[in-house]
T-cell receptor
Framework: GEDVEQSLFLSVREGDSSVINCTYT??????LYWYKQEPGAGLQLLTY?????DMKQDQRLTVLLNKKDKHLSLRIADTQTGDSAIYFC????????????FGTGTKLQVIP | NAGVTQTPKFQVLKTGQSMTLQCAQD?????MSWYRQDPGMGLRLIHY???????DQGEVPNGYNVSRSTTEDFPLRLLSAAPSQTSVYFC?????????????FGPGTRLTVT
């Protein structure tokens, strides 16, 4: 079945790098996403990667995809207090429509 | 552009009551969807629409109805509220709903059913 798993919590010091991990089960995923949710707000797309790519870099964000192990990670360089939020991994699976399955979210706490 | 707007922000219902959660977008997006967010469960798709007049069920459609009479609006109706429907509801829209298409989320409606 389709399942996307993340660890629930990550704590880092300001200025360090954060690495948020995600595993998924469906090998037919076409796109994989990272969304950010700040308190009391909806989700905001941070970045996405197509399934035939290994890596994507966007300023402080680096996404790594290991398709063999079905593992996705998001690295945030020089983590700031404004990065404190819940981060959701999601995958798109073609099922007639483009079904998006979200992970449970990882709460990132940045300690000043 | 206002983006995706949702009303109300908060709502308390008694078991058995009905209500409609409103969602509107001003980006001329064809694809709209409703999710519910529960602790430890991520977001789950309730219903979606690929254009005016076309709706379909997602993962957890029971107890909810939708309609799409215009491109802009996609209301979600709770027919007879139950405590299990206590959740945060998000509406989202995207240009076409295809992979790689960014979904824009509304701010959410926090619903409590007593």
């Amino acid at each position: 079945g389709e399942d996307v798993e993340q660890s629930l919590f990550l704590s880092v010091r300001e200025g360090d790098s954060s690495v948020i991990n995600c595993t998924y089960t469906d090998s037919s995923s076409t796109y994989l996403y990272w969304y950010k949710q700040e308190p009391g707000a909806g989700l905001q797309l941070l970045t996405y990667i197509f399934s035939n790519m290994d890596m994507k870099q966007d300023q402080r964000l680096t996404v790594l995809l290991n398709k063999k192990d079905k593992h996705l990670s998001l690295r945030i360089a020089d983590t700031q207090t404004g990065d404190s939020a819940i981060y959701f991994c999601a995958e798109t699976i073609p099922r007639g429509y483009q079904k998006v399955t979200f992970g449970t979210g990882t709460k990132l706490q940045v300690i000043p | 552009n206002a983006g995706v707007t949702q009303t109300p922000k908060f709502q308390v219902l008694k078991t058995g009551q009905s209500m409609t959660l409103q969602c509107a977008q001003d980006m001329n997006h064809e694809y709209m969807s409703w999710y519910r967010q529960d602790p430890g469960m991520g977001l789950r798709l309730i219903h979606y629409s690929v254009g005016a007049g076309i709706t379909d069920q997602g993962e957890v459609p029971n107890g909810y109805n939708v309609s799409r009479s215009t491109t802009e609006d996609f209301p979600l109706r709770l027919l007879s509220a139950a405590p299990s429907q206590t959740s945060v509801y998000f509406c989202a829209s995207s240009y076409s709903g295809t992979g790689g298409d960014e979904q824009y989320f509304g701010p959410g409606t926090r619903l409590t059913v007593t």
